[in-house]
């Protein structure tokens, strides 16, 4: 049976992309689009499913044993949940320019691809959803972008393509082994763990780690991500922080580990060693940059490092701090990127030198740029913390080195932060600030920077609800 | 798990909650001048409330409850809880009444700034921040509001944002607070590891540190005490505490007197349980204060700036409290902290009556002297505080200062030479800021007549609490008997704490001190008027190594310029100049590679013929010999 509430969470968005191109004019189609992704977060929240496959989906076979299959734990649901949250977020903060149908139509292609990537068992399944995501993401940047936009736009895929065939190459020598072994074809994610020993194994786990460490992305993988972020439009590096990143982790979470239990274990320091690269290079570059989206787009390394600093340990609250620390980082990067595409809208302008004495101007602003800052750096009784605690806690039992890194790229984040957070809203204006262009939040900027804001604060103080969902999804992971 | 809560225990959050959303979310659209009100009522609601939780240990022992989960995740889990013993309900008591006092003050400072809504609702966090860190019962949840503290003392050091001093004195503040947090927050997780299923609870961690990993304990003992050289202003971090002057006034009294400096010295005694079996930590506490305390002290008596003069005295301040804890007086430690609290806080709202009467955030002994005639209220209580200050008897600071200092002697000659050294410097610097203010005026003062102002005395909202104070930092000193059997409540170590009675008859070495240090303030400030501004123009060298507190403050510059340097150079020279150059000419070198591959399609049917003989010679000899 292939349709399930869990195939409509996909299909629902890519038919409404169709749909909204169909409209032909770009209000009407934004309307239709805001109100689509609407009712597929409300389906998302609502859906009935339960730990144990409740709602798997599998189809008959077609060639080589691949199947439609799809499931949900809590790891797929809370993903979803994001992916379909921070595309309601992205599209309401559209709103504000002119765009064309085809804006608004390849947000809801992006959509329904990512619910695929969360949502497939079958590796295949996995892989074709893992490329299609690039295709909406290459031509939000790539049409919607700013001044360098075609660069990067062929950069970020060209990039996120040679990290996704490496995976592909990888999937392949799964499946090839465990046919030789079983003389069955089949690509279940489930019952790989073992068909790959010895040299074969390494070389698959590499592959797999170079694959989805791209997409993460891990250090020296990540030069596709700057350009990216500071080209693509608001909206667009909300979804590419918010969302698109995260497949990098949920693959280490979905694939690499649970087939490699073993090999991921004996290699921790390695895989420890990269993710404290990212966590404090990041944090220096982040630093030494002057265009606000560049910074936050360096910061993201960092606090990607930190999800993998928690996945990597295997420990029962590292892997659930560092998956809530996914949602956190989608929460309130989003906010940042949001902003600072207000920013960006009103004086096109993004240089942290650009501005200057925002605060008597544009309180709102203001007091929402602070807000995400602190939840950002990692302020105790907001999300971050939650989750960068949780990740070290787990590393502190393991590899406590691994923690020393971690608490320094904390004390590292204010430093990179607070600077930039200071000349733009509190320093003096120089003799070509754009300060004069920004008006304070509209209405609606107001309203979704209240339900972000509120949530940074709500998994602060009560991430046991988010966590409930989550650890029994990777407790499994735990050694 | 949930006890039945006293009343006062659940206002001390409650108020500060409700009244911080109150005035932002329904007075201040409306009545932006209305926004302190709810802020005034809370922090009666806090005192009253704070000073029964604290007679309430006294009379029925402790409280620790587990309240409600934070993070859970399988049997792992961290929740919030309260803990009313003896140690936080009378250092509780202290900062609630005191903070709630200068809050009434600054609703008389902040009265003509158009920013005051803003300016009470984070002054109020910072106060609500320093409740729950006081309250806290467990490591985590400690260093929520211990982040919280430093969060709202951000905001308050760079109110005045437009300032660039101010900024840059809000992000010092921060940042180095940050370095020290690093301390508390890896101690955290090492404490997490090393009594696992504790949840970082009091009173799961201490009855269990003699069974942990001793090399585990050790760290996490370094890492606290690193953690409140931060917060506390001790060497090496302190310097961020006398740039946090540019913040309005009533934040700097906050700031020194009842919140955030006393912090650090809270966590060394809450840890105490843990830091006391610690080799070597004590010792070097106690030297790390003294050396602190003496430091400070001297350059207390080289600063012209009255609120500056009054920072470095808080550094040196916390210092001698430092000296307490590592000494194992732990009694003596919080006694001095409380009764600081009283006095440094009428010592900084009389600099602020004196700065707001001139018309001014800040001002100097430049433009003071003679004071004593134009605000002799500002006078009387400036002087009973220094008194305080200075450990004369019968003054507060005389029964908590000298037991330090006489544990100090007790300690060895070395430690009770400096503890000497502390004891005169205190008297001298604080003497010296009073005679300079309020007598003469000097030939080099301009005697409170700054550009045509004339100054005037306080009103009553900057008058009666701090006079009210004032009464505290007289009386709190006669306390030292019931504050020892508070602090017993609930008390973790082994040996309950005490505070040691002081008599004056045989405190007469310490008392002839500070006579003999306010007797050289008089003779260099008084009976030679001019040699506080002589002695600066004649060697400046020596007024420049006072000025860069003994070179430490350069040194930090550097720091600070390297990390900069090291930032630059991963960020832009390696990670954009030389990788990503390096990645873009890989595409680059591949479009080339493929013009070079287009140069052999020479479309000469000849050509491919022997590329084709070539092919099929390479794929027989592999057939022939593979």
């Not at chain 1, 940047?141 to 990290?163: C, E, M, P, Q, Y």
């Not at chain 2, 932006?32 to 802020?39: G, L």
């Not at chain 2, 007086?329 to 602020?352: N, S, W």
Request: charged share 10%; hydrophobic share 55%.
């Amino acid at each position: 049976m292939i349709f399930s509430p869990l195939t409509i969470l996909w299909a629902l968005p890519i038919v409404g992309g169709f749909l909204a191109l169909a409209l032909r004019s770009g209000k009407r189609a934004g309307v239709f689009s805001i109100a689509l992704s609407l009712i597929s977060l409300a389906f998302c929240a609502l859906l009935p499913w339960r730990e144990g496959a409740a709602l798997a989906v599998t189809g008959p076979a077609w060639a080589y044993g691949i199947h439609y299959a799809l499931s949900m734990d809590g790891l797929s649901w809370v993903m979803c949940l994001l992916n379909a949250f921070l595309t309601v977020i992205a599209l309401v903060s559209s709103l504000g320019e002119e765009r064309s149908a085809g804006y608004w139509a390849a947000f809801l292609f992006l959509e329904g691809a990512l619910m695929g990537v969360f949502l497939a068992s079958d590796l295949f399944l996995f892989y074709v959803f893992w490329e299609v995501v690039l295709i909406p993401m290459f031509f939000i940047i790539g049409l919607w972008g700013s001044a360098n936009r075609k660069h990067a736009a062929v950069k970020f895929f060209l990039f996120t393509f040679f990290g996704s065939v490496l995976m592909l190459l990888g999937i392949l020598a799964l499946v090839t082994l465990r046919h030789r072994a079983t003389g069955v074809w089949s690509w279940d994610m489930q019952g790989l763990q073992g068909v790959a020993t010895g040299p074969a194994a390494w070389a698959i786990f590499a592959a797999l780690t170079v694959g989805f460490g791209v997409k993460v992305p891990i250090v020296p993988l990540h030069t596709w991500l700057p350009d990216a972020h500071t080209e693509a439009p608001a909206a667009g590096s909300i979804m590419l922080a918010g969302v698109m990143l995260k497949m990098g982790v949920y693959g280490f979470l979905r694939i690499a580990i649970p087939i490699f239990p073993h090999l991921s274990w004996r290699l921790l320091p390695w895989l420890a060693a990269i993710a404290a690269i990212n966590i404090i290079y990041g944090a220096f570059c982040a630093l030494a940059q002057s265009d606000l989206k560049r910074l936050v787009a360096y910061s993201s390394i960092a606090h990607l490092g930190f999800c993998l600093v928690g996945v990597f340990s295997r420990t029962v609250e590292g892997l659930a701090g560092g998956t809530l620390q996914l949602i956190n980082h989608g929460l309130t990067t989003g906010a940042l990127f949001l902003m600072v595409g207000i920013l960006y809208e009103r004086s096109h302008k993004r240089g942290i030198r650009d501005f200057g004495a925002l605060f008597g101007q544009a309180p709102w602003l203001t007091f929402f740029f602070s807000f995400s800052i602190m939840a950002s750096i990692g302020l105790p009784g907001l999300n971050g913390f939650v989750g960068e605690f949780m990740s070290l806690a787990g590393a502190a039992r393991v590899l406590p080195i691994l923690a020393v890194a971690g608490v320094a790229g904390v004390t590292l984040a204010a430093a990179y932060a607070l600077p930039a957070y200071q000349l733009v809203f509190w320093g003096d204006r120089g003799p070509s600030s754009v300060s004069s262009h920004v008006t304070d939040l509209t209405v609606r900027e107001q309203a979704l920077l209240w339900v972000l804001c509120l949530g940074m604060l709500y998994i602060g103080l009560h991430p046991s609800g988010l966590l409930s969902v989550i650890t029994p999804a990777t407790k499994g992971l735990a050694l | 798990m949930t006890a039945v809560l006293p009343l006062s225990a659940i206002l001390i959050f409650a108020a500060p909650i409700s009244a911080v959303l109150i005035s932002f979310f329904l007075v201040r659209p409306f009545k932006p001048r209305w926004t302190h009100w709810p802020i005034l009522i809370s922090c009666a609601v806090v005192a009253v409330s704070a000073v029964r939780i604290a007679m309430r240990v006294y009379t029925t022992g402790p409280l620790d409850v587990t309240l409600a989960q934070w993070m859970v995740a399988g049997s792992w889990s961290l929740s919030f809880g309260l803990r009313l013993d003896g140690l936080s309900s009378a250092v509780l008591a202290m900062v609630a009444v005191v903070g709630a006092l200068i809050h009434v003050y600054a609703a008389g400072y902040m009265e003509e700034d158009e920013c005051m809504p803003r300016f009470f609702l984070f002054f109020h966090l910072f106060y609500l921040a320093m409740i729950g860190l006081l309250t806290s019962n467990n490591y985590v949840q400690l260093y929520l509001f211990w982040e919280m503290v430093g969060m709202a003392s951000y905001y308050l050091i760079g109110f005045w944002y437009h300032k660039a001093t101010a900024r840059r004195a809000a992000m010092q503040a921060f940042l180095v607070n940050r370095v020290g947090d690093f301390g508390f927050m890896l101690a955290a997780l090492l404490l997490l590891s090393a009594f696992p299923g504790s949840g970082a609870r009091f009173t799961a961690v201490f009855p269990a540190v003699a069974k942990a990993p001793p090399a585990l304990v050790c760290a996490i003992g370094y890492l606290l005490f690193w953690a409140a050289t931060a917060k506390s202003a001790q060497f090496p971090l302190y310097f961020w505490l006398p740039d946090a002057m540019e913040g309005p006034t009533p934040v700097s009294a906050l700031m020194h007197a009842a919140t955030m400096v006393t912090a650090g010295i809270f966590l060394m005694a809450r840890s105490w349980p843990l830091i006391a079996g610690v080799p070597h930590l004590p010792h070097l506490i106690a030297w790390v204060g003294a050396a602190t305390a003496l430091g400070a002290g001297i350059v207390a008596a080289t600063k012209t700036d009255l609120k500056r003069i009054l920072a470095y005295s808080t550094v040196s301040h916390l210092g001698i409290m430092a000296l307490g804890v590592g000494l194992g007086e732990i009694g003596a430690g919080i006694f001095h902290l409380i009764t600081h609290g009283f006095f440094k806080a009428v010592l900084f709202l009389c600099a602020g009556n004196i700065a707001h009467g001139l018309g001014k955030p800040t001002a100097t002994v430049d433009e003071a002297g003679g004071l004593i005639k134009k605000m002799p209220l500002t006078f009387v209580c400036f002087t009973v505080a220094a008194f305080s200050l200075a450990g004369i008897w019968p003054f507060a600071g005389f029964y908590s200062k000298d037991a330090v200092l006489d544990a100090a002697h007790a300690f060895g000659p070395g430690m009770g030479l400096v503890a000497s050294a502390i004891g005169f410097m205190s008297a001298f610097y604080i003497f010296r800021m009073l005679f300079l203010v309020f007598l003469g005026p000097r030939p080099r003062q301009e005697g409170g007549e700054h550009g045509g102002h004339h100054i005037h005395e306080a009103g009553l909202w900057m008058g009666i609490p701090v006079l009210l104070i004032s009464i505290g930092a007289v009386c709190v000193g006669w306390f030292g008997g019931q504050l020892q059997s508070l602090l017993s409540m609930g008390w973790m170590a082994a040996a309950a704490p005490t505070v040691p009675h002081m008599k004056v008859l045989e405190a007469w070495p310490s008392l002839a001190l500070a006579f003999a240090g306010a007797a050289a303030s008089y003779w260099w400030t008084t009976i030679k008027p001019n040699w506080d501004w002589d002695w600066r123009e004649k060697s400046p060298a020596l007024a420049a190594v006072f000025a860069s507190d003994f070179g430490w403050k350069p040194a930090m510059a550097w720091v600070a310029q390297a990390v900069v340097a090291l930032s630059n150079w991963l960020g832009l020279s390696l990670d954009k100049g030389s990788w990503d150059r390096l990645i873009e000419a890989s595409a680059e070198g591949a479009v080339e590679a493929g013009g070079a591959g287009a140069a052999l399609a020479t479309g000469s049917v000849n050509d491919y013929v022997w590329w084709m003989a070539a092919g099929v010679a390479v794929l027989l000899l592999a057939v022939l010999f593979l």
